[in-house]
């Protein structure tokens, strides 16, 4: 989508819950539905990318997926696949997955704790639903990396956020600071990543770095951002310049939601299937190297089962993606 001439986004009639006008500039994002995982896929809420926006800071992929019932869906089984280019960041609202990487790492995912892998020059890993896990519920999050990083060292990290209570909300910083919390995994460009849990009824005012934009997915109820309300599923876009953001939790059951940020990610990606280049040729390079079982990636033991195939690249180069220069979308 374009954004060019002189619109602008209308703010939401009503308040903020604290008697203010909202402020004008939420973008509202709709998920798309898309079946992950080769040959055993489950279904996933796509918000990002799409067209009306690539990347919000360095986030550049958000998948939402569940509450999901193991015994009816089969969960989670995504055998051994590449990246390279980014960050993969897991977060789980319930269930539990088992990880296993080409850097020897073993390791589990479960509710409240962050999984962060650096793909950097290239990694392979696998995410399987544990047996114990009845209903699988949560978040796959990507960080691009930047120029001067893109080929990083594999790594992963693992950090159990402590919850931080503020103005009727339960904070989980698992990247970056917010409201006074501050996680300790480090990140290659300025980012934000928070699980925040509404009250019924609550209103929360939240300093945030006015050179930060923001993006809030609301998994559970719904949601105003800044006077636009948000539901179940759905994105909200805040540009930079806001030295806060308000929620509110108008409903009589708690809402949850995913709050991203970071500074403006000035450089064009090109983004297919599991990679994050800045060429067309970035993406074949990587892809031939896959498919020939290159050193790159290595090798993850402990996966009973094939590694996924690299799909068939398009006909035509895959043209770089960055952001419009102005939000575009509809309010509430």
């Given at each position: 989508m374009s954004?060019?001439?002189?619109?602008?986004?209308?703010?939401?009639?009503?308040?903020?819950?604290r008697g203010r006008v909202p402020r004008p500039g939420v973008e509202v994002l709709t998920a798309r539905d898309v079946p992950l995982g080769g040959p055993r896929a489950?279904?996933?809420?796509?918000?990002?990318?799409?067209?009306?926006?690539?990347?919000?800071?360095?986030?550049?992929?958000?998948?939402?997926?569940?509450?999901d019932?193991?015994?009816?869906?089969?969960?989670?089984?995504?055998?051994?696949?590449?990246?390279?280019?980014?960050q993969t960041v897991s977060w789980l609202f319930s269930g539990e997955i088992e990880h296993r990487d080409s850097l020897g790492s073993h390791a589990f995912v479960r509710p409240g704790?962050?999984?962060?892998?650096?793909?950097?020059r290239g990694i392979s890993h696998t995410e399987v639903s544990t047996p114990g896990t009845t209903v699988l519920h949560g978040v796959q999050l990507w960080v691009a990396l930047p120029?001067?990083?893109?080929?990083?060292?594999?790594?992963?990290?693992?950090?159990?956020?402590?919850?931080?209570?503020?103005?009727?909300?339960?904070?989980?910083?698992?990247?970056?600071?917010?409201?006074?919390?501050?996680?300790?995994?480090?990140?290659?460009?300025?980012?934000?990543?928070?699980?925040?849990?509404?009250?019924?009824?609550a209103t929360a005012i939240l300093d945030t770095d006015p050179a930060f934009e923001h993006?809030?997915?609301?998994?559970?109820?719904?949601?105003?951002?800044?006077?636009?309300?948000l539901r179940a599923a759905e994105l909200g876009y805040l540009g930079p310049g806001h030295g806060e953001v308000t929620l509110v939790n108008e409903t009589d059951a708690p809402a949850r939601a995913v709050l991203v940020g970071g500074t403006p990610f000035d450089e064009e990606i090109v983004m297919w299937w599991n990679f994050v280049g800045r060429s067309h040729d970035d993406i074949v390079e990587a892809r031939e190297e896959w498919e020939a079982g290159s050193d790159r990636f290595g090798h993850v033991d402990g996966y009973p089962g094939a590694r996924i195939p690299a799909p068939a690249l398009p006909n035509a180069t895959i043209a770089p993606r960055g952001n419009p220069t102005r939000p575009k979308g509809s309010t509430r």
């Open positions: 954004g060019a001439g002189t619109d602008r986004i209308a703010p939401s009639p009503g308040t903020d819950g489950m279904t996933v809420r796509r918000t990002l990318p799409q067209r009306a926006r690539t990347l919000i800071g360095a986030w550049c992929f958000i998948d939402h997926y569940g509450p019932d193991v015994g009816v869906t089969g969960g989670m089984d995504v055998a051994p696949h590449p990246h390279i280019g980014l704790e962050l999984n962060l892998m650096t793909g950097g120029g001067e990083h893109r080929d990083a060292a594999r790594d992963f990290r693992h950090h159990v956020p402590d919850p931080v209570r503020r103005d009727g909300a339960v904070i989980r910083v698992f990247l970056g600071s917010l409201a006074g919390d501050t996680s300790p995994v480090p990140a290659f460009t300025p980012l934000l990543g928070a699980e925040i849990v509404l009250e019924p009824h993006g809030l997915l609301v998994d559970q109820g719904s949601i105003r951002l800044d006077g636009t309300l």
